[in-house]
């Protein structure tokens, strides 16, 4: 565990590309998959078919 | 009868779409999951030590937002020359994930140069043509919000989008025509990959992962875009 | 194919045309002024003047890095024809060492000495663990510096 938070003295910049990597992929995630289910909550609302 | 024709194709594109997304969600999941357990069970690089993890992330960003654009200008083309009703939307739903990644791998790559460079920018001829994919995405983004009517938006942003092509095959070779700061080719060079298996491994999951999530979000984007303009369709026939 | 669809078949690989031509001409225009450094030989070609700033690139020469007074260090870079002096007064990257690749910025001095304001270094595209540099080493297969 101490090597993972080490990362042999480089941490300050391996855990911050992974952390960056992570949240700006998950947020991606959360706002596409937001944006398809109102799409298709707006579609039910109408009363489509 | 157009009509319907046109409405065949993203119905089509609905089926289709739905019953892959779930295999493709999980195959991400899975390739990414295997991509870190493998990635932070490597071995320290001889010369960058634990930085050579830094990899896994910036390599699959770089890529992804390469292929996007690649995508996106194929995209372009077909719905410039076939009109299919499908395309423009494909390379409209492309460019925010692009814009992203492209993103991404500025961001990882920077946190990667500072310490083993010595610098976190430098403006050489791969760095500098990557920072011009991110400009070319937001261009196409801004493009197509500029216009009032639809036609005419995605006409221009997709004659952007294939001018800008040209980038590509740029960012690939910048680091064999120029001298550059950023190392050559380490896969696809002559001689064979330059990467020990034990980090070769993780890098080609990863970079799996990102691909099928990739696939995964532009999919669920084009399916949001789909029902909108479903919904549009349907309240103008409801006011009517 | 219909005469409308050959029509825009045609304005799209003129515009793709275009695009690639106008990048071309860019590129040629640029030439010089995209490359990141020089090498040692290019800069005894090109007889570069005292007093201009440019970076030189290669690799840090076995055995002539020399530490001075404080962070002061003295080294040559080479590319295996030509080699040029270099003078640097500050924090060097943590890849710096001999037969590393390195790219100084800075100018020449009267003397023929590059004093640099910016050391970089720059690695190859090969990753490995050590013990697998170990053992090429050790079986005489390692063809890299370092």
């Known amino acids: 565990m101490s090597d993972f938070f080490g990362q042999g003295g480089y941490a300050g910049y391996v855990l911050p590309a992974y952390a960056i990597s992570a949240f700006a992929l998950a947020l991606l995630v959360v706002w596409t998959l937001g944006a398809y289910r109102k799409a298709k909550a707006r579609l039910k609302n109408i009363g489509a078919p | 009868m157009s009509f319907l024709f046109e409405f065949a194709n993203p119905k089509r594109f609905m089926e289709l779409s739905g019953a892959l997304l779930p295999w493709l969600a999980t195959a991400a999941a899975l390739a990414l999951i295997a991509g870190l357990v493998l990635g932070f069970g490597t071995p320290p690089d001889y010369q960058q030590g634990d930085t050579v993890r830094i990899m896994f992330v910036h390599v699959p960003a770089a890529w992804i937002a390469m292929m996007a654009y690649g995508l996106m200008a194929l995209a372009s083309i077909v719905g410039l020359v076939n009109r299919h009703p499908l395309a423009d939307l494909a390379a409209a739903c492309a460019a925010p994930l692009g814009a992203v990644f492209t993103a991404l791998g500025l961001v990882t790559g920077s946190l990667w140069g500072k310490p083993m460079w010595g610098a976190w920018w430098v403006w050489d001829g791969r760095l500098t043509s990557f920072l011009l994919l991110l400009f070319l995405y937001l261009g196409y983004i801004a493009l197509r919000g500029a216009f009032d009517d639809e036609t005419r938006a995605a006409r221009a942003a997709a004659i952007l989008a294939i001018v800008g092509a040209v980038n590509l095959p740029i960012i690939e070779f910048s680091v064999q025509w120029w001298t550059t700061l950023h190392q050559g080719e380490s896969i696809l060079r002559k001689g064979g990959p330059?990467?020990?298996?034990?980090?070769?491994?993780?890098?080609?999951?990863?970079?799996?992962?990102?691909?099928?999530?990739?696939?995964t979000l532009w999919m669920l984007r084009m399916r949001t875009a789909i029902l909108d303009r479903r919904a549009r369709t349907l309240m103008l026939r409801g006011a009517q | 194919m219909n005469a409308r669809k050959r029509r825009r078949l045609a304005f799209v690989t003129a515009i793709l045309l275009g695009g690639a031509g106008a990048?071309?001409?860019?590129v040629a225009a640029l030439k010089d002024n995209v490359l990141y450094f020089y090498s040692p030989s290019d800069?005894?070609?090109k007889h570069v003047a005292a007093g201009v700033a440019f970076r030189i690139g290669g690799l840090v020469e076995k055995h002539s890095v020399h530490k001075g007074r404080g962070t002061e260090i003295r080294f040559a870079v080479t590319d295996g024809q030509k080699d040029v002096p270099v003078d640097f007064k500050g924090v060097l990257p943590a890849l710096f060492r001999e037969g590393?690749?390195?790219?100084?910025?800075?100018?020449?001095?009267?003397?023929?000495?590059?004093?640099?304001?910016?050391?970089?270094?720059?690695?190859?595209?090969?990753?490995?663990?050590?013990?697998?540099?170990?053992?090429?080493?050790?079986?005489?297969?390692?063809?890299?510096?370092?």
């Open chain 2, 194 to 215: 330059a990467i020990a298996p034990v980090f070769l491994w993780p890098l080609l999951f990863m970079a799996l992962g990102y691909t099928f999530l990739f696939f």
């Open chain 3, 23 to 26: 990048a071309a001409l860019v």
């Open chain 3, 43 to 45: 800069v005894y070609a």
């Open chain 3, 100 to 146: 590393q690749g390195v790219v100084a910025a800075g100018r020449l001095n009267s003397s023929g000495l590059f004093e640099a304001d910016q050391v970089l270094a720059k690695h190859d595209e090969k990753y490995m663990p050590p013990e697998v540099v170990d053992a090429l080493k050790r079986s005489g297969h390692w063809k890299g510096g370092g």
